[in-house]
């Protein structure tokens, strides 16, 4: 049984840093790649962040690069979200999500952890 | 990175059937055959339904199915159930040079 279970959110104040973690079981880690997607409370989904399965590429949204580092920890079967420089629109829920590049889509999602942006 | 356009809303009646249409640019959803869609309860994390346009993964009901034409595509739900309501959005891949995906705005689905 796949999990991929986030950690890290909470409530930051803009302007500040903060780390999500993705731990994840059941799936060969090492052979997927990774994405964070987030959805700001009531809103849609917004991909937010990419990495290669070994770590060679990542990419981001327009609305993050910069800002965010997305990285990875085969040997933890771990993913991370680094977060700097928080905005009030950055408050969501952030996804940790796998990816099949055979069809390049969205395979297993985890529950989901929140981040608040607010003074 | 301009999300595909799903219409807010749709409705049935249980057994019914209803579509979903989702429409980007020939950048991505004409151009790939790489669209999916995703069934999201509230509170719940989204849950795969349809990739690759029209496939299925395993458990998901052939009740649920996926097709495309040109610069959209559609999600159809036959025999509408209780449980089918719920916010469905697509997505589509739009290229590997600069890696991009997006999706659509979420459509929800009432069954009446």
């Known amino acids: 049984q796949v999990q991929l279970v986030e950690s890290g959110g909470g409530v930051v104040q803009p302007g500040r840093s903060l780390r999500l973690s993705c731990a994840a079981s059941?799936?060969?880690?090492?052979?997927?790649?990774m994405h964070w997607v987030r959805q700001a409370p009531g809103k849609g989904l917004e991909w937010v962040a990419v990495i290669w399965y070994d770590g060679s590429n990542k990419y981001y949204a327009d609305s993050v690069k910069g800002r965010f580092t997305i990285s990875r920890d085969n040997s933890k079967s771990t993913l991370f979200l680094q977060m700097n420089s928080l905005r009030a629109e950055d408050t969501a829920v952030y996804y940790c999500?796998?990816?099949?590049?055979?069809?390049?889509?969205?395979?297993?999602w985890g529950q989901g952890t929140l981040l608040t942006v607010s003074s | 990175q301009s999300a595909l356009t799903q219409t807010p809303s749709a409705s049935g009646s249980p057994g019914q059937s209803v579509t979903i249409s989702c429409t980007g640019t020939?950048?991505?959803?004409?151009?790939?055959?790489?669209v999916s869609w995703y069934q999201q309860h509230p509170g719940k994390a989204p849950k795969l339904l349809i990739y690759g346009v029209s496939k299925r993964p395993s458990g998901v009901p052939d009740r649920f199915s996926g097709s495309k034409s040109g610069n959209t595509a559609s999600l159809t739900v036959s025999g509408l159930q209780a449980e089918d309501e719920a916010d469905y959005y697509c997505s589509s891949y739009a290229g590997s040079n600069n890696f991009h995906v997006v999706f659509g705005g979420g459509t929800k689905l009432t069954v009446l």
């Open positions: 059941g799936i060969t880690f090492r052979n997927y790649g």
């Open positions: 020939s950048s991505d959803v004409g151009d790939y055959n790489y």
């Open positions: 999500v796998s990816w099949r590049g055979d069809y390049n889509y969205f395979d297993y």
